[in-house]
């Protein structure tokens, strides 16, 4: 079993719908819990961490639920800029690298 | 955040041949990390450089392949050494404070590196 499963999609969503995904992971004693974005070509970039009490940023709410050790993410609204890879990321206990999902696509369209 | 340059920003090489790339962070930083993206495929980590010691790599990556140094707290290198086409990737390096309150990583721009 992967360390981190994501359902690679595509996602393709009008403008202004919501869309939501999860990622799964094995370790159940993991430490941290990231989002990143990814567009063609070019660095992850943070999106946001994601906090045991779940958190939100504006069009975008990260869960996490470490009985059934899986985080979601939703996008409400979704703009045509919006579009791209949607990676989760996992660290281990007491550790600090980085396990990635192989990431959700979503597509807006207008 | 902190500004990460990655140079070069591209290569194509021959096989056989080894290739360095560069990472430079515009403030010093505890960890830096080495990164490979395949085609298609999503993150892998290659190793985490540390300062003024050898590199820590995970499986299936050895020193002799991919050499790395960091002789700073702002600066790392890693080297592909003796090419294929299978280490045709992107490589990116990432920085992180995880003494600072957060362990978030944030990534440089990556080299996209194409082995014929």
């Known amino acids: 079993r992967k360390e981190v499963e994501q359902d690679p999609g595509p996602f393709n969503v009008p403008e202004g719908a919501t869309v939501a995904f999860n990622c799964t992971y094995s370790?159940?004693?993991?430490?941290?819990f990231f989002w990143y974005r990814q567009d063609c070509r070019k660095e992850p970039k943070l999106l946001m961490s994601?906090?045991?009490s779940g958190n939100e940023d504006g069009r975008f709410t990260a869960q996490l639920n470490r009985a059934s050790q899986y985080i979601s993410l939703l996008i409400r609204d979704s703009k045509l800029s919006d579009s791209a890879t949607y990676l989760c990321?996992?660290?281990?206990?007491?550790?600090?690298?980085?396990?990635f999902g192989a990431g959700t696509t979503v597509t807006v369209r207008a | 955040s902190a500004v990460i340059s990655q140079k070069p920003s591209r290569d194509i090489c021959q096989r056989g041949t080894s290739l360095t790339i560069q990472c430079q962070v515009d403030?010093?930083?505890?960890?830096m990390f080495w990164y490979r993206q395949q085609p298609g495929q999503s993150l892998t980590l290659i190793a985490t450089?540390?300062?003024?010691?050898?590199?820590?790599?995970e499986s299936g990556f050895v020193i002799d392949k991919f050499p790395i140094s960091r002789p700073n707290l702002t600066f790392s290198t890693l080297t592909v050494s003796n090419m294929s086409p299978e280490d045709s990737s992107i490589y990116l390096c990432?920085?992180?404070?995880?003494?600072?309150?957060?362990?978030?990583?944030?990534f440089g721009p990556g080299t996209r590196l194409t082995v014929l």
């Open positions: 990432s920085v992180a404070w995880p003494f600072s309150g957060t362990d978030t990583q944030y």
């Open positions: 370790n159940s004693a993991s430490q941290s």
């Open positions: 994601v906090y045991s």
């Open positions: 990321a996992v660290t281990p206990p007491n550790d600090y690298k980085l396990s």
């Open positions: 403030s010093q930083v505890t960890m």
């Open positions: 450089a540390n300062q003024g010691s050898e590199a820590t790599y």
